[in-house]
């Protein structure tokens, strides 16, 4: 059927079929930058705004190992979850943006939590405590008002939340499905509730008890920095923890500098980090 056609058409095709092949997916983008054999043209032309090309694969130790996986993209902009683990790190996940930038996907920032290296220091210090340290030290807060913890349930429940604060989203999602169950038990209940999005109270439902502790969920509110049709499930009040919403169209918008990732977990349950300082 192409015979009648003059070669210029023909050529022209052609060269559009080709520049269209070669457009990589924000997904091989970022494999392709934070591979180690990654060359200074390849950052070049793929990167703009704040990000300057680095971290890039080749500042990456040798033993790293890096998994990407895409979280959300639309016409113009998609992000990327990337894990970074080794054999003596706990892995840790950041959050590559990307925009459609002259038809080719540009990555412009990357995102990571902002108080993980405080946390990580208040798990290790937790950890380092002894069982009798423990006894004196409860012994010495339960005569305090305001003292970090005054029971060995209250000292485990905020360790075990710190631990799972700083997991990477993986174990975070299979924390969420582990205790699926009872995370739609307590989303009844809060739905029982006069919730309003310039609610005072420090949480809509008390998640303390012996049926809810095992979530490790310290609060659970509306409105603040997520939007008010979101029901917000913390980990130790701020920064990580769970979502609902009846639709997607509430939900918030992404950005490197407030609501960083969301990554959904099927039932309108999404998992939600954010910056800190909004």
């Not at 091989?28 to 990167?47: L, M, N, Q, R, Y």
């Not at 997520?226 to 499930?233: H, V």
């Amino acid at each position: 059927m192409m015979k009648g056609l003059p070669i210029f058409i023909l050529t022209a095709c052609i060269l559009c079929f080709s520049s269209s092949a070669q457009v990589l997916k924000p997904l091989e983008v970022a494999k392709a930058i934070f591979d180690p054999k990654v060359s200074p043209d390849f950052i070049g032309k793929h990167t703009t705004g704040d990000y300057n090309g680095h971290p890039n694969g080749q500042d990456f130790p040798t033993e790293i190992n890096t998994s990407f996986l895409i979280i959300h993209q639309s016409a113009k902009k998609a992000v990327v979850a990337m894990t970074i683990a080794d054999n003596k790190v706990k892995a840790r996940d950041k959050y590559l943006y990307f925009t459609k930038d002259s038809a080719r996907w540009k990555m412009y920032a990357l995102a990571t939590p902002t108080l993980a290296r405080m946390h990580e220091r208040m798990k290790n210090e937790m950890e380092a405590i002894t069982a009798d340290e423990l006894d004196s030290l409860i012994a010495i807060y339960q005569h305090q008002e305001y003292a970090p913890y005054k029971s060995k349930e209250e000292f485990f429940f905020i360790l075990n939340s710190l631990r799972l604060k700083l997991a990477p989203d993986d174990s975070l999602v299979a924390h969420f499905q582990q205790h699926k169950a009872t995370f739609n038990q307590l989303l009844k209940e809060v739905n029982k509730t006069s919730k309003s999005p310039e609610t005072e109270t420090p949480t809509l439902v008390n998640t303390r008890t012996p049926a809810y502790s095992p979530l490790l969920i310290s609060n659970v509110t509306t409105g603040g920095f997520l939007p008010a049709k979101c029901i917000d499930f913390h980990i130790l009040n701020d920064q990580v923890g769970y979502l609902y919403t009846s639709h997607k169209k509430y939900l918030p918008e992404l950005s490197p500098d407030k609501v960083m990732m969301l990554r959904a977990l099927g039932g309108g349950w999404y998992l939600y980090k954010v910056q800190i300082y909004l």
